[in-house]
């Protein structure tokens, strides 16, 4: 089995924005980690659909390009010998909170992976198939050129997706779809290529961490419930009404 990961903003002291984890939570969950049974794997090795049955993995993945994947995870990460997936949002990049070039070179110098998140971060369901095509296509191919290696993964902005964009990036050349559906990867998902992942947000903390790393069928049920009526509650209200409510509630901003 494959546990992914996703992070978003890491900050050094705790904030309300409920996709952030503190630096000291991620260092606490990479201890955990090294200490269970799990090994830490990157989504290229499963490129060959390379999971056993009887295999315990987990894979960090980072969506957005914020500054805090290179300033506290990168460090962290690199401390243990970890490897992890970023997904950039190739319009973000230099911007005010988030890496530059140089950075991301670096990680990727450092065995790390990099995977696109589009150029825009906007919602490709909705977008006309020629603009959902750019985004995918046009990403892939300014991140190969500015950092000099294959991209082979994608990770849906706001982990929306249906059978249309599915295709398309396919047709843009992504072997690997992570979405934000909570779930657990088995062979069947690898050989899909469309992958679960599980939210590290505010929500967790260091006692229900043991159950984030190896969740139960339980856990993955309640995970599962509460991310389908946060998208169906979206659907109706609207993506920017119900982020607009949300970060009113909680004082704060994001990116998803
Ligand atoms: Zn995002």
């Known amino acids: 089995m494959l546990n992914i990961l996703l992070f978003h903003n890491i900050?050094?002291?705790?904030?309300?924005d409920f996709y952030s984890v503190t630096g000291d939570f991620f260092k606490a969950l990479l201890n955990q980690i090294k200490d269970s049974s799990f090994s830490v794997k990157n989504l290229r090795d499963f490129y060959g659909n390379s999971l056993s049955s009887h295999d315990k993995s987990i894979t960090f993945t980072f969506d957005d390009?914020?500054?805090?994947?290179?300033?506290?995870a990168f460090p962290l990460l690199k401390e243990l010998d970890f490897r992890g997936s970023f997904f950039i949002t190739a319009s973000?990049?230099?911007?005010?909170?988030?890496?530059?070039w140089d950075m991301i070179r670096e990680l990727k110098d450092n065995n790390m992976e990099i995977g696109s998140h589009t150029i825009s971060h906007r919602i490709l369901s909705r977008l006309p198939a020629e603009e959902a095509q750019e985004e995918l296509y046009a990403s892939r191919c300014l991140l190969e050129d500015k950092l000099g290696t294959k991209i082979d993964a994608l990770s849906f902005p706001q982990g929306d997706f249906n059978k249309r964009i599915i295709d398309l990036a396919k047709k843009a050349g992504y072997r690997i779809m992570c979405t934000s559906t909570p779930g657990?990867?088995?062979?069947?998902?690898?050989?899909?290529?469309i992958l679960y992942?599980?939210?590290?947000?505010?929500?967790?903390?260091?006692?229900?961490?043991?159950?984030?790393?190896?969740?139960?069928?339980?856990?993955?049920?309640?995970a599962r419930l509460s991310y389908e009526i946060r998208k169906g509650t979206k659907r109706i209200i609207g993506n920017e009404r119900y982020e607009s409510v949300r970060n009113r509630l909680l004082g704060v901003n994001n990116v998803q």
Do not use: C
């Open 11 to 16: 900050t050094s002291i705790p904030s309300h």
């Open 65 to 72: 390009g914020g500054l805090s994947d290179y300033e506290i």
């Open 92 to 100: 973000f990049v230099g911007k005010s909170g988030f890496m530059q």
């Open 184 to 193: 657990i990867n088995g062979i069947k998902q690898l050989q899909k290529g």
């Open 197 to 222: 992942r599980n939210s590290m947000n505010r929500a967790v903390d260091i006692p229900t961490m043991p159950s984030r790393i190896d969740p139960s069928w339980f856990n993955i049920i309640l």
